[in-house]
RNA sequence: GCGCCCGUAGCUCAGUGGAUAGAGCGCUCGCCUCCGGAGCGAGAGGUCGCGUGUUCGAGUCACGCCGGGCGCGCCA
């Protein structure tokens, strides 16, 4: 066994205070127990009694039993030999066992300003971080992108800035869906109404817009269902397109150009990172498909029934009680998506060398998913690489049901996208701050990505832009309202918005692959003694420390929304911290300790944001008039 | 029929086996000669769907019910 042990877990980073205590107390939890602990199992928690401690230690309660000890005793034995004298006070046993820690204010000054001096605000770059890919967003060709490709697009991006800033090596794959007999049926439907006759025809040329494709692909799907010689043309037409009959093949790559144009108008508008060379379609895996089947029968794991080339992992039942199988290739000949994922996995794991595959896909996905890394498992693709389905819940209307327009249809992502950024609009202008367009797209479309990052992925949410703009709550507007604060004293300051904003890494050079411009460091812009005294400030500088806690612990489950919440509490605290401490007239020395929080605030929820991306500006309100002028 | 997920304050949601279950909205009451009031503080509001277990300790884990959602052979 690799040294799990020393490994980061739950909640718990090096500069995280959580990790830095529960280190402290392993050697002589190790000691007393015999057991070869890591620090998760230090017990060491936040503590709901914020006045009397910071952090407690419930390690005592947990091992007592096993150890045949009172808890108690085992609690002051731990005190005594463990050093623990420099990060906190004295500590004391409470209650049936528990350890109250309570944090030296003379260390979180210290370790605050060693998060001054650092970019990456306490977060260390994994070692080994491996290789892992990420599929995500994955629209269809020649549909409009509708609100149940939201989340993917949206969590898929979070996850990918929060593993790359981590030192993970990442790479994106759109797995658009291409292929397979909707494109029959399409193109036939698309020739029957006269495209691409004079041989260089293309959609986008008649002047067929994606909306345009849209209609043909239900118009096509209703003929398909309703006239059996369509049904036969449309069937012919995927043999066209399989052997690459030219007429055919220029149709199908002009359906996916304009497909891209409109799924890059969307990811431009969402500034998700996902760019044209991350594309890796349904169709790109055809090529790989027969060796796929042949390999799976050559081991004895896939065979004909009831006509069709299946597989049936072990452990899946049905309907009946019988195995569910994966269909490889249909009766018909053709493959289906089983078949395709399974081909995508194994591509990745030995072309790609991934060592960690995510599938930022809904949660009905399941059983599928289950089924292909099972069956991958048996087949022996999954050697050296994990795969992970990043299940998430629907998106609902108020009426509790799959959100959707009056008419009962999908709801565009772009009407969805375009609305909230006009809700935005109309926000700042009753606010009297006026018109701005880029202001309003940075609130209205990080008011929609925070508003799905924040529940727990694998529950559904009830979509509802008024509660996602509003300014209280566990909302983005709320944190770039906080963030822009904090800037506002430091402008006020003369400390250059420049200077700050190069001072860490910011949502552009997350987005960046490794080796592009990660590094670029310059001197932090303030250097300050730290001094905690009001409970309120001293409690933001406690709270400031658990950044790299929040997002360890958000990565640890691929959880978002963990880290949402913390930049929210992050927020409250420094509001508290705002109200009852004045900065700019304090005393010189106690002035520059509550620039720096401010400084540190700022940081965080720039990087924090930038990590969910979403953009925090310095300032949500044009300059403020100079009488002069 | 089988499987998965959900059920926490009137509403929307946090809660990674630990102490008296927390936020926001809404409701009640306070706070601007002061750095961005787009804010802050306080109060009322809970059989954590029900039950039985495991545990020193259960909103959290197991099992069984009730209620809701979603899956389960040739759509992707």
């Not at 697009?153 to 292929?179: K, P, S, Y």
């Not at 960690?356 to 690489?385: K, T």
């Not at 609130?443 to 508003?451: D, E, M, N, P, S």
């Not at 658990?546 to 997002?551: D, E, H, I, V």
Request: hydrophobic share 40%; charged share 25%.
């Amino acid at each position: 066994m690799s040294d799990q042990s020393e490994r980061d877990g739950a909640g718990v980073s090096c500069a995280d205070p959580a990790c830095l205590l529960a280190r402290r107390l392993l050697p002589a939890l190790r000691e007393l127990t015999g057991e070869r602990l890591g620090v998760r199992d230090a017990h060491v928690r936040e503590s709901a009694r914020e006045h009397d401690c910071d952090y407690q230690c419930n390690a005592a309660l947990a091992y007592a039993k096993r150890l045949g000890r009172a808890p108690r005793e085992l609690a002051e034995a731990l005190i005594r030999s463990s050093d623990l004298a420099d990060i906190c006070e004295p500590p004391l046993v409470a209650g049936p066992g528990f350890i109250n820690l309570r944090l030296r204010s003379e260390w979180v000054a210290g370790e605050l300003g060693a998060r001054l001096a650092d970019r990456r605000l306490g977060v260390a770059l994994r070692q080994d971080g491996g290789r892992c890919v990420i599929d995500y967003s994955s629209p269809n060709v020649a549909k409009e992108m509708h609100v149940g490709h939201l989340r993917s697009t949206v969590i898929g991006d979070a996850l990918l800035r929060m593993l790359r800033f981590c030192g993970v090596e990442v790479i994106a794959q759109n797995h658009i869906g291409d292929w397979g007999t909707p494109f029959g049926m399409l193109i036939e439907e698309l020739v029957e109404e006269g495209a691409g006759e004079d041989g260089g025809a293309e959609p986008q040329q008649d002047g067929y817009s994606i909306a345009d494709l849209d209609a043909f692909y239900k118009s096509a799907q209703a003929r398909f269902r309703s006239d059996p010689a369509f049904a036969e043309r449309a069937r012919a037409r995927v043999v066209s397109l399989q052997s690459g009959e030219p007429r055919t093949q220029a149709l199908w790559e002009s359906l996916v150009r304009e497909s891209e144009r409109h799924f890059r108008e969307i990811y431009d508008l969402l500034s998700v990172c996902l760019r044209p060379e991350d594309v890796a379609g349904e169709s790109a895996y055809q090529p790989l498909l027969e060796a796929v089947a042949q390999e799976l029968s050559e081991r004895g794991l896939a065979q004909i029934s009831d006509g069709a080339l299946c597989a049936f992992p072990a452990g899946f039942s049905g309907r009946e009680g019988g195995a569910v199988p994966l269909i490889i290739r249909k009766q018909d000949g053709g493959f289906s998506y089983d078949a395709t994922d399974l081909a995508a996995l194994r591509h990745r794991v030995r072309e790609l060398a991934a060592t960690e595959i995510l599938y930022v896909v809904g949660a009905p996905q399941r059983l599928h998913f289950e089924m292909v890394f099972a069956l991958a498992a048996e087949a022996g693709w999954l050697e050296g690489a994990s795969a992970r389905h990043v299940a998430f819940g629907s998106v609902l209307g108020p009426d509790r049901k799959m959100l959707r327009t009056r008419s009962g249809a999908p709801v565009r992502l772009l009407d969805l996208l375009q609305e909230a950024v006009g809700r935005a609009q109309a926000i700042l202008a009753e606010r009297g701050i006026g018109e701005d367009r880029e202001l309003a797209r940075t609130i209205g479309i990080g008011a929609v990505k925070y508003a799905d990052l924040s529940t727990d992925r694998e529950h559904d949410y009830i979509f509802s832009f008024e509660r996602m703009l509003a300014f209280e709550g566990n909302t983005s507007v709320y944190l770039q309202y906080a963030n822009a604060r904090a800037h506002a004293v430091l402008r006020r300051a003369g400390i250059a918005e420049q200077e700050l904003a190069r001072s860490l890494l910011g949502a552009d050079a997350l987005c960046a692959q490794p080796g592009e411009d990660r590094e670029a460091a310059t001197a932090p812009p303030i250097a300050a003694e730290l001094v905690l005294e009001e409970p309120s400030e001293r409690a933001l500088g406690i709270a400031l420390l658990r950044f790299p806690g929040a997002l360890a612990g958000a990565l640890d489950d691929y959880k978002p929304h963990r880290l949402c919440t913390y930049l929210n509490a992050l927020a409250v605290s420094f509001s508290a911290f705002y109200e009852s401490c004045p900065i700019l007239e304090a005393p010189a020395a106690l002035r520059e300790s509550r620039l720096a929080l401010c400084a540190l605030v700022a940081r965080t929820l720039t990087l924090g944001l930038g990590l969910l991306g979403i953009r925090a500006p310095a300032r949500l309100s044009p300059p403020p008039r100079r009488s002069a002028q």
